[in-house]
């Protein structure tokens, strides 16, 4: 798994990264793993946990950098906003049919970025 940050004791954030993977407590301090990349599932879990203002919020996540990359995941999480029912083959075909691999790398891009976003709203 990979870290994704420490000493985060906010109850919704710790429900959404549940819902994503697991967590662990180490020392006193709590330490979240993303674990389940494997599918869309979990990506549409997640977005749809998030309210109007968190919606905004990782939208301009993305609008502040002009990586490609980040407009292939903008477009990943507005396919997981309007239908959260979609499975991993119909969201890779809306995307232009990308490898596995690929693919998979870009909802774990995904899942990270929403949680970065997260962490920093209710950590502050």
């Excluded at 977005?47 to 490609?68: F, G, T």
């Excluded at 083959?89 to 909802?107: D, I, P, V, Y």
Aim: proline share 2%.
């Amino acid at each position: 798994g990979q870290t994704i940050t420490k000493g985060i004791n906010n109850t919704k954030i710790v429900q959404r990264i549940a819902c994503v993977g697991r967590i662990t407590l180490r020392k006193n301090r709590m330490t979240y793993w993303i674990n389940d990349y494997k599918s869309m599932k979990k990506i549409t879990q997640l977005v749809s946990s998030l309210n109007a203002y968190e919606v905004k919020l990782v939208q301009k996540y993305y609008a502040m950098s002009p990586k490609i990359e980040h407009n292939l995941k903008i477009k990943l999480f507005e396919i997981a906003l309007k239908n959260p029912a979609i499975s991993d083959f119909e969201a890779a075909k809306l995307l232009g049919n990308r490898t596995s691999a690929a693919f998979s790398m870009l909802k774990t891009r995904l899942q990270e970025d929403i949680m970065k976003v997260l962490i920093m709203l209710h950590a502050g």
